[in-house]
């Protein structure tokens, strides 16, 4: 008795609290609020400062007002793999700060959390960085402008395959993502015909590499196929196959563009030299676009070194969302911009880049790139590319 | 070819490492009994010196290092009078609460100085690349990494039981209210203990930034590691942690070699073996092996 | 088992009347006064729900961990492994077609309840720090099973599409998280309710003369082990429950709801509202996400430094926690000092 007296008094307050905030109220006509959810804090925090900067840029060289809407940003930490975190600043931007368009998202495991609340309150996600296959299921309102973890790893395989190698390894983190780039670059070399005759995981936090990278010397492979962590793994690594003359045995490392991000190379220095990557932002990709957002970056931010694809993947979202509002019109709900995002396609400093119709995901150049001394710095050199590359495990 | 001498060479000098990044946490935490959270703290300002003496002023690696000792240090000597000095009577709890929002603010400052990319340093010619003796490759550095545990271990364990100091020290500990007794400045060996003890973490964290990397986050990313070694060795010891960390060290490196799938759990299941084998450390403790898990199976409740 | 029956309440039982008045489960005026302000809460600040779900989710397992910390004296940083082990229990039920909430929370409970029965052998063993490294490994080698395995888990990606039914087909949640709201309050409440009936009842009062000194409760006939596993045992259940409303309430697993990071922020919440109270683990909780939300709204990127500037003053000024601070003020002490812990 008591019990159902006390439900029906909660039920009772919880009709009264739904009266005074129904629903988030449109944000004022000439204004288009933009919630920006990115790792600022906490071991990621490099990541989000590579983004902001692109956004600012974006911003400095584009204004802040297109098709008559005024842009507003409304910035977020979610300190880094935190889904629960992720998903509450969602709810609360949409909610509280009553943003009109989702922005950022650098792990999968944000987007993927802010999924549901975006897809229910019909508010478009640009997710600039986030790159598990298949995601943008989640959403229809979700537009993926940055890259996924098969779309740059597999043309690592078919590349691998294509240069005659009789024994291939792969090391992998052992985490979801580490595991996914393993399952697409087997696929990549057998698409090619080739095989890979090991398979290696290891730990995402691992001091050292040694007997990691011991192993793989006394197993004597043509190449290996390297995902990790960007940070002190990426860098521990490239350092430790530098240190046993695996390059210097005939080794050749693979990878995937985020094992020699720009700022990677300037920490492993000459060890750097010689990895060959497949990825879809290098600085040195030659294009006047480029050569200007290069430009622009290291003047505005000296401090931040090098800008790499994250930087250029939050530019590139500031862009689908300044392109998506002038085809509407101005119209930022979820399914307006999407509907007119989708099938887009513009100019990066990357390349051309489209979204795709049917999933709202990013198709691109994927281009081979070698690291090599450019002067005074270590460079990715591009020296192959794979046109129209998309997310090929969600494809399957 | 046999691989094993040189996964033992390797595993030393991994334990090595261990042992010099963590050994000024079993000064600080084990000696003085504060429990220390901020050890990573003090590692990394010592890191951070030795990067920022190198780029700033050209200074060579090696020249750098007694630099981040006294950074480090000093550091840790200002930190004590003006804020740790008030926690040595408060309880483990409070002692862990501070410390850990010390760690957060240095991560704060870290990121607000350097900025969050990570930090490497330059080693000299000499210390790069491998050398081979009698058949195995051994890497220059992790020689280096293991001469200077050889030097630095002998030299703290000269500190601590020839000299005056080390006798201050150990009557202070012993006994601070009757070493107090006997006119000993106890307010000042402590500090200076305890400036000693992160000063020796910073020149562990500037030793292992070519190995472990070096951002903001490093006061916090390896501090299990620090409290593996420390703990699993006997706090307040110097020959514990050197047992323990070379014995992580080294099944560590034959584990993830031989086992690469099992590489992540090795560290962690011998350290639970070996804390309820030896629950008080390895330096302490004599093996109980009535405190192994299996010996529930076979010991009757009392 | 049979040890468990010691923690069902006694109320009958004939008791000195000084252990009564020490150790009554029975609520004081001010408490229900201390229980309507989350409630206020709700009314006042409509736009903060998500945090107040957030903050009476993690008050759960910070209760837990009070129960092992606070009252057994078990210093404990792998309570991330129990609630993540809830977590993963109540989101893979639901993902896998089992929606109903209140069974998927009991079977979250009940499934940590058991890790912690069978880890709570190996941390009873040892001393202060000896525990704090074994639950810590715990919890590291469960959060590598968890991430190692993300063909079930989701691993770092995390668990997604996990659909509720309404409670007690009734209440459905909602996108504003007022259901949230209010299916957290009423489990922290009933968790909170359980805790105080068990921390005041002669177990409870056991558990503390442990703490104080372990070597008495021998010559008492006190089985000492025996009573710490079932502490850790029934706190790994309460830390499962709590992520299990976690999982529910987020509609999403992490396998960061298994990391040591989160483990050492139930510690920190605990210790910062003061341990050996049930009131200082729910302030300590609100305190420590509130002081977080609102530095990292107000400097996204360094908001940490002034986190640590707080946790460093409470400790200086507030020795023992904020609620055993307060407790000290002559005039509380007074008034409401007895049956505080």
């Not at chain 1, 944000?27 to 920006?36: I, L, N, Q, S, Y």
């Not at chain 2, 030795?50 to 981040?68: E, Q």
């Not at chain 2, 000095?85 to 850990?100: E, G, K, N, P, W």
């Not at chain 3, 990391?259 to 920190?268: E, G, I, K, Q």
Request: proline share 4%; hydrophobic share 50%.
């Amino acid at each position: 008795m008591i019990r159902r007296s006390f439900l029906a008094g909660c039920t009772a307050i919880a009709t009264l609290a739904a009266m005074p905030s129904a629903g988030p109220a449109a944000a004022a006509a000439d204004t288009v609020k933009v919630g920006v959810l990115l790792p600022l804090s906490g071991p990621f925090s490099q990541y989000g400062r590579q983004m902001q900067n692109g956004i600012a840029l974006f911003l400095k060289q584009h204004g802040t007002s297109v098709a008559g809407k005024t842009i507003e940003l409304v910035v977020k930490d979610d300190g880094g793999i935190a889904p629960d975190r992720a998903r509450r600043a969602v709810q609360d931007l949409i909610v509280r700060d009553k943003v009109d368009v989702l922005a950022g998202f650098t792990f999968t495991a944000s987007a993927m959390a802010a999924a549901p609340m975006a897809k229910e309150a019909r508010k478009a996600m640009i997710v600039m960085n986030a790159s598990s296959s298949g995601i943008t299921a989640a959403s229809p309102y979700m537009i993926r402008v940055g890259q996924t973890l098969p779309q740059i790893t597999e043309p690592a395989g078919r590349y691998a395959a294509g240069q005659g190698f009789r024994s291939i390894y792969t090391v992998v983190a052992d985490v979801t993502a580490g595991h996914d780039a393993e399952a697409a670059f087997i696929r990549g070399v057998e698409a090619g015909g080739g095989k890979v005759s090991g398979s290696l995981r290891v730990p995402a936090q691992n001091p050292d590499f040694a007997p990691f990278v011991q192993r793989i010397k006394d197993a004597k492979p043509d190449a290996v196929f390297a995902w990790l962590p960007p940070g002190e793994a990426a860098i521990g690594f490239i350092k430790e196959f530098d240190q046993r003359g695996l390059a210097a045995q005939g080794i050749t490392m693979l990878g995937t563009g985020d094992l020699t991000d720009e700022l990677t190379i300037m920490q492993t220095g000459d060890a750097g030299l010689g990895v060959v990557t497949t990825g879809h932002y290098s600085m040195a990709h030659p294009s006047a676009m480029n050569t200007e957002f290069v430009a622009s970056y290291l003047a505005d931010y000296p401090q931040d070194k090098w800008p790499n694809f994250l930087s250029v993947s939050a530019y590139d979202g500031m862009a689908a969302l300044y392109l998506g509002l002038e085809k509407t019109g101005g119209d930022a709900s979820g399914p307006a911009l999407a509907g007119a995002l989708a099938g887009a396609s513009f100019e990066s400093p990357r390349g051309p880049i489209r979204i795709d119709a049917a999933t709202r995901d990013i198709v691109q150049t994927v281009y081979v790139r070698k690291v090599e001394r450019v002067g005074e710095r270590l460079m990715n050199v591009e020296i192959h590319e794979f046109p129209e590359s998309r997310d090929t495990a969600a494809a399957h | 070819m046999n691989a094993l001498p040189g996964l033992l060479f390797d595993g030393l000098a991994y334990g090595s490492l261990l042992f010099l990044v963590s050994i000024g946490l079993s000064i600080t935490m084990g000696l003085m009994n504060f429990i220390n959270l901020a050890h990573g703290a003090f590692a990394m300002i010592g890191g951070y010196a030795s990067v920022w003496f190198s780029h700033r002023f050209g200074m060579p690696f090696l020249a750098t290092l007694p630099l981040a000792f006294a950074v480090a240090g000093l550091a840790g000597l200002i930190a004590e009078r003006v804020l740790f000095r008030h926690l040595y009577r408060a309880s483990h709890l409070d002692q862990v609460l501070f410390t850990v929002g010390f760690v957060f603010s240095s991560i704060a400052a870290a990121t607000y100085l350097f900025g969050s990319a990570q930090q490497s340093v330059s080693l000299p010619a000499a210390l790069q690349g491998q050398v081979q003796v009698m058949g195995v490759d051994l890497g220059r550095y992790r020689l280096f990494l293991i001469g200077a545990v050889v030097v630095l271990s002998a030299g703290l364990g000269l500190l601590m039981t020839r000299t005056r100091f080390g006798a201050q020290v150990r009557a202070a500990v012993d006994n601070r209210d009757a070493a107090e007794g006997l006119g000993l400045n106890v307010g000042l060996v402590f500090s200076l203990c305890f400036g000693l003890g992160t000063g020796m973490a910073g020149l562990g964290g500037a030793l292992g930034v070519e190995v472990l990397g070096l951002d903001p986050g490093f006061a916090l990313k390896y501090m299990v590691y620090f409290l593996l070694v420390v703990v699993v060795g006997g706090a307040g010891t110097l020959s514990g942690p050197l047992v323990a960390s070379m014995l992580l060290g080294v099944c560590d490196v034959a584990g993830k070699y031989y086992l690469p799938q099992a590489g992540a759990f090795i560290i962690y299941v011998l350290m639970i073996v070996l804390l309820l084998a030896f629950p008080k450390g390895l330096g302490l403790g004599r093996p109980s092996l009535s405190r192994l898990p299996l010996s529930i199976l076979v010991r009757r409740r009392a | 088992m049979t040890d468990a029956t010691v923690v069902t309440p006694r109320a009958a039982a004939p008791e000195p009347a000084a252990i009564a008045r020490l150790a009554s489960p029975r609520p004081r005026a001010f408490e229900l006064f201390v229980w309507l302000l989350p409630a206020a809460a709700y009314f006042l600040f409509p736009d903060h729900l998500a945090l107040g779900v957030t903050i009476m989710t993690y008050a759960v397992a910070v209760l837990g961990l009070d129960l092992v910390l606070g009252y057994a004296g078990i210093v404990s940083l792998g309570h991330a492994a129990f609630f993540g082990i809830g977590a993963y229990t109540a989101g893979l039920l639901a993902v896998h077609g089992w929606r109903e909430p209140l069974s998927g929370l009991l079977a979250a409970g009940a499934v940590a309840l058991v890790a912690g029965f069978v880890s709570s052998f190996l941390v009873v063993r040892g001393k202060d720090l000896t525990r704090l490294m074994v639950t810590l490994g715990i919890g590291l080698v469960v959060y590598e099973i968890a991430n190692q395995a993300s063909a079930v888990t989701g691993g770092v990606d995390g668990l997604s599409g996990i659909g509720m039914d309404p409670i007690l087909g009734l209440f459905a949640f909602d996108f504003y998280g007022r259901t949230a709201w209010w299916y957290a309050y009423a489990v922290c409440l009933a968790v909170f309710v359980y805790l105080r009936f068990v921390v005041s009842s002669p177990y409870g009062l056991s558990l503390a003369a442990i703490r104080e000194g372990s070597a008495r409760m021998p010559a008492l006939g006190a089985s000492v082990d025996g009573r710490l596993r079932i502490a850790f045992t029934f706190s790994a259940g309460i830390a499962g429950i709590a992520g299990g409303l976690l999982a529910q309430t987020t509609q999403f697993v992490g396998v960061d709801a298994l990391s040591v990071t989160r483990a050492a922020d139930f510690l920190v919440m605990l210790v910062l509202g003061g341990s050996g109270r049930l009131y200082g683990a729910l302030i300590g909780t609100a305190l420590f996400m509130i002081a977080r939300e609102y530095l990292a709204d107000l400097n996204p990127v360094y908001w940490e430094f002034w986190m640590g500037a707080m946790l460093m003053a409470a400790v200086l000024f507030a020795r023992g926690g904020i609620v055993g601070a307060l407790f000290r003020l002559p005039a509380l002490r007074g008034r409401f000092g007895r049956g505080s812990r």
